[in-house]
């Protein structure tokens, strides 16, 4: 039984209702690592007939020769000779014809030894598995070689896939599930430093103080996630210090290509190649202000906020923390860690919550940015005839009304006119709350 399931109820779901079908099924699940794809094809697999394979970089054989050791158990007799694929899939579907789950995990690291593993697995698909009950799971860590090797038009098993799952991080609310007996500050201030990564949620402790767990769980040399960014750039990057160079930049505020460029010694015309996987892996993101119709001026920032976290405070005192000095660290932690919580609130806030308040059906919500306007969160409908203007504070005992004026004057500086403009004022608590005021905990009431 697996401790601590959190969420994924809705792919869980869709997994019980694919097995149902009474027919092969072919499901690919892929997303980045430490987001829990794992952990859910086992907690799918506890009532199902089937077995779990965890493939490796030793190679097709090597693979082939512990494949069929499961097949094996599966069936309940000895192995056969052959090391073959298509001779293990054939026996095994001659041999069990009713339903039941084979799950491939890791699937990636296959196809970085042998690119001919997806013909080989056509072939098993054509030949064998279409006629059978199972259902094949393929998952993998790697996004580019699932999305490009698994699942393009170019790949050999394209058209064969009968469902994908691309699992994404927890929302705000689900991580709840982790911590139920924090306050609802106490989560936005974790979820500020780890997102909704389970294998991140995992390592912070309830009973212990957000500063506590970043000194035991990050900055310290023993802790299980100070080495962790360390590992994802290597994982995932040939060249890793290039990545860590440009992520250095942008977490030190340059958010234009020409800035994180020079601050990162790089040609501003060789940066969209870095910037590009960066992307894709979701490890940054690309925004444009919510009125740069034509996507001219992009700014960057980094999207994951551990990576972040990482960047702003422990990345610049690597020295320090390497031989345990954490004084200085430690100081600036303390002294900025506020504002870092704030703006990831922010940033929450819009992507997850802010739909519940505006008041009227938004089509796109986003930042704005002219000159040295800037305002957290701007809400237009299709017509563009009705505007929500917000700000997002995570702060207690705010002033909404001059905070609104505020609003008010920055929205003359908005090259978009809309008929109808609302303000909102979204904080942790206000001196006086006005009709349009929200806190944190109005906003996690209301329905989504």
């Known amino acids: 039984m697996l401790l601590n399931f959190v969420g994924r109820l809705n792919e869980?779901?869709?997994?019980?209702?694919?097995?149902?079908?009474?027919?092969?099924?072919?499901?690919?699940?892929?997303?980045?690592?430490?987001?829990?794809?794992?952990?859910?094809?086992?907690?799918?697999?506890?009532?199902?007939?089937?077995?779990?394979?965890?493939?490796?970089?030793?190679?097709?054989?090597?693979?082939?020769?512990?494949?069929?050791?499961?097949?094996?158990?599966?069936?309940?007799?000895?192995?056969?000779?052959?090391?073959?694929?298509?001779?293990?899939?054939?026996?095994?579907?001659?041999?069990?014809?009713?339903?039941?789950?084979?799950?491939?995990?890791?699937?990636?690291?296959?196809?970085?030894?042998?690119?001919?593993?997806?013909?080989?697995?056509?072939?098993?698909?054509?030949?064998d598995l279409i006629k059978s009950k199972f259902m094949l799971i393929l998952c993998g860590s790697s996004m580019s070689m699932m999305e490009k090797g698994v699942m393009s038009s170019k790949s050999p098993l394209y058209g064969r896939k009968t469902g994908h799952i691309k699992l994404q991080e927890l929302n705000f609310v689900e991580i709840k599930g982790f911590y139920p007996k924090n306050s609802i500050t106490k989560n936005i201030e974790y979820y500020s430093i780890l997102r909704g990564v389970p294998h991140y949620l995992e390592k912070f402790s309830e009973s212990k103080s957000t500063i506590q767990n970043i000194n035991n769980e990050i900055f310290s040399k023993t802790g299980r996630l100070y080495e962790e960014v360390e590992f994802l750039l290597k994982e995932e990057f040939r060249e890793p210090d290039i990545y860590k160079t440009i992520l250095t930049a942008i977490g030190e505020g340059n958010t234009r290509v020409v800035e994180i460029a020079n601050k990162a010694s790089i040609p501003a015309h060789d940066l969209p190649k870095y910037l590009k996987p960066l992307l894709e892996l979701g490890i940054i993101k690309k925004?444009?202000?919510?009125?740069?119709?034509?996507?001219?001026?992009?700014?960057?920032?980094?999207?994951?906020?551990?990576?972040?976290?990482?960047?702003?405070?422990?990345?610049?005192?690597?020295?320090?923390?390497?031989?345990?000095?954490?004084?200085?660290p430690m100081e600036y932690l303390k002294k900025n860690l506020n504002s870092y919580i704030?703006?990831?609130?922010?940033?929450?806030?819009?992507?997850?919550?802010?739909?519940?308040?505006?008041?009227?059906?938004?089509?796109?919500?986003?930042?704005?940015?002219?000159?040295?306007?800037?305002?957290?969160?701007?809400?237009?409908?299709?017509?563009?005839?009705?505007?929500?203007?917000?700000?997002?504070?995570?702060?207690?005992?705010?002033?909404?009304?001059?905070?609104?004026?505020?609003?008010?004057?920055?929205?003359?500086?908005?090259?978009?006119?809309?008929?109808?403009?609302?303000?909102?004022?979204?904080?942790?608590?206000?001196?006086?709350?006005?009709?349009?005021?929200?806190?944190?905990?109005?906003l996690l009431k209301l329905p989504n």
């Not at 925004?287 to 422990?314: G, L």
């Not at 500086?413 to 206000?430: E, R, T």
Request: charged share 30%.
């Open 12 to 127: 869980l779901n869709y997994l019980q209702e694919r097995f149902k079908s009474n027919q092969f099924e072919f499901i690919i699940i892929y997303g980045r690592r430490r987001i829990g794809k794992t952990t859910l094809i086992k907690k799918f697999l506890e009532d199902k007939l089937g077995f779990y394979f965890l493939c490796d970089r030793a190679g097709t054989q090597r693979n082939a020769s512990r494949f069929k050791q499961k097949v094996a158990r599966f069936l309940n007799e000895p192995p056969i000779e052959s090391n073959d694929l298509y001779d293990i899939f054939d026996n095994l579907t001659n041999k069990f014809k009713d339903s039941a789950v084979i799950v491939l995990d890791e699937f990636s690291y296959l196809v970085e030894k042998d690119n001919a593993i997806p013909s080989i697995l056509q072939h098993v698909i054509d030949e």
């Open 342 to 442: 704030g703006k990831r609130f922010e940033e929450m806030v819009r992507e997850q919550l802010l739909k519940k308040v505006i008041p009227f059906r938004a089509h796109n919500i986003g930042k704005f940015w002219l000159g040295d306007t800037e305002i957290d969160a701007v809400a237009m409908d299709k017509k563009n005839s009705n505007m929500a203007v917000v700000e997002i504070k995570f702060k207690e005992n705010v002033n909404s009304t001059k905070i609104k004026r505020a609003l008010e004057s920055k929205v003359k500086n908005l090259p978009i006119k809309s008929k109808n403009v609302s303000y909102l004022v979204i904080a942790k608590s206000f001196t006086q709350k006005a009709p349009w005021c929200y806190t944190i905990n109005d």
């Open 287 to 328: 925004e444009f202000s919510i009125t740069d119709i034509k996507k001219k001026k992009p700014r960057y920032y980094i999207m994951d906020n551990f990576v972040n976290f990482w960047f702003n405070f422990c990345e610049p005192f690597k020295s320090e923390l390497e031989v345990m000095d954490l004084d200085i």
